[in-house]
């Protein structure tokens, strides 16, 4: 899935804020024409019964819309509510008034367009999974179906904020996080090969989150955004991007002992938007990167979040054989101890996304 509007390319993005634009200056202008009373559109009206009433009605709903299209949040909501007033404005046009009904179809298709380009901030269709519920002595390592999923949680404040993520699907949307962001870095290699692993597989569907792409500034909100709504634009786009994920794998890079720091300034831009959600990770350096990978799960802990038990480690003579700076050699030379690792972490991954994923839906 790559139709996320959060994890689009900069292309797309400004696309869409063209589009926003301009389907919002139009409704403003529309709604202004209609309730300032212009002579042609008063005019038009009193062709009907009660007819300025409703000229009214319909241009404060576009007023309304064309606000609400603006701001990113509402936008997907602004769109169809305008979408809903344009079809009604075609039939009326075409079957009462008899005008000029061209300007609603391109409209509509603009804002069609608008909505499509933007579905994943409706979120994805709720589909039931099967569930086992009597099957307590199963765990991730030795069931391959979503067992004894974890009963709703006292803290009422989670079920209420998950009704909106609505993250439902029998195959998990997993995002692969470079944790790393220094322009020689060396992540992108051990994060391609684990692409490679996770996209070969057909219990989920995996896609690559760079944090280059998420230029982030350090954190500087009022609070963490389970109590205060973040306002850096940044920010909100990137709890966007992570709500619409039921699992991560991180590429970890070990710095100091610990994860990067624009990981860790990641993991902090958002709260909400990680809990009940399940990890594994690629980790790397001297010492497999494996100080920093514990680090990650004591992290995951306070952003509630499940860390699978094994993940893939690269360390030593291996991480030296492919290390730039090293022999820089490709990873597949020393992918043979690499792949029962893989397969495990994967594995984990999947079986906690899906139980994760069932729970969740049960205690939205
Ligand atoms: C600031 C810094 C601190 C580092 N600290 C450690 C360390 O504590 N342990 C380790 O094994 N490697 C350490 N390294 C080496 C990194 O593991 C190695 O440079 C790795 O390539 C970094 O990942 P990246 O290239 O994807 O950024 C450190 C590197 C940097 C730049």
């Not at 495990?344 to 999947?350: E, G, I, Q, T």
Request: charged share 20%.
């Amino acid at each position: 899935m790559t139709d996320a509007l959060a994890n689009s390319s900069r292309p797309k993005r400004i696309a869409i804020w063209v589009l926003r634009i301009l389907l919002g200056g139009a409704f403003l202008f529309f709604s202004m024409m209609k309730l300032s009373g212009q002579p042609k559109m008063v005019a038009e009206f009193d062709t009907v019964g009660f007819g300025q009433w409703f000229r009214y009605f319909t241009g404060s709903l576009e007023l309304m819309g064309g606000i609400a299209i603006l701001i990113p949040r509402m936008s997907i909501f602004g769109a169809m509510v305008l979408l809903l007033v344009d079809l009604g404005a075609l039939i009326a046009q075409v079957t009462i008034l008899h005008v000029d009904w061209v300007h609603c179809v391109v409209i509509g298709v603009l804002l069609s367009l608008a909505i499509y380009l933007q579905r994943s901030a409706i979120g994805r269709p709720a589909t039931p999974l099967p569930m086992k519920m009597n099957d307590p002595g199963k765990g991730p390592s030795d069931a391959k179906t979503p067992a004894e999923a974890p009963g709703p949680h006292p803290h009422t404040d989670f079920q209420q904020r998950n009704k909106s993520e609505n993250s439902m699907t029998t195959r998990p949307r997993i995002a692969l996080i470079i944790g790393s962001t220094r322009p020689t870095r060396f992540a992108d290699k051990p994060a391609q090969w684990m692409l490679k692993q996770a996209q070969a597989r057909d219990d989920m569907d995996v896609e690559v989150v760079d944090l280059r792409d998420h230029p982030l500034p350090f954190f500087a909100e009022m609070a963490s955004n389970l109590h205060v709504p973040s306002k850096d634009p940044e920010a909100i786009r990137w709890q966007e991007t992570i709500a619409g994920f039921d699992g991560f794998i991180f590429v970890v890079a070990e710095y100091n002992h610990s994860v990067t720091g624009a990981l860790k300034n990641a993991l902090d831009q958002a709260y909400k938007e990680w809990n009940r959600k399940p990890f594994t990770a690629i980790a790397y350096g001297g010492a497999s990167g494996a100080r920093a990978l514990e680090h990650l799960r004591g992290i995951g802990i306070e952003l509630q979040m499940v860390s699978t038990r094994s993940a893939v480690h690269i360390g030593g003579s291996d991480f030296m054989a492919v290390f730039p700076m090293g022999g820089n050699k490709p990873i597949e030379e020393i992918e043979k101890g690499l792949l029962p690792a893989a397969k495990a972490a994967l594995d984990d991954l999947s079986w906690w996304a899906q139980a994760t994923m069932t729970a969740r839906a049960a205690t939205a």
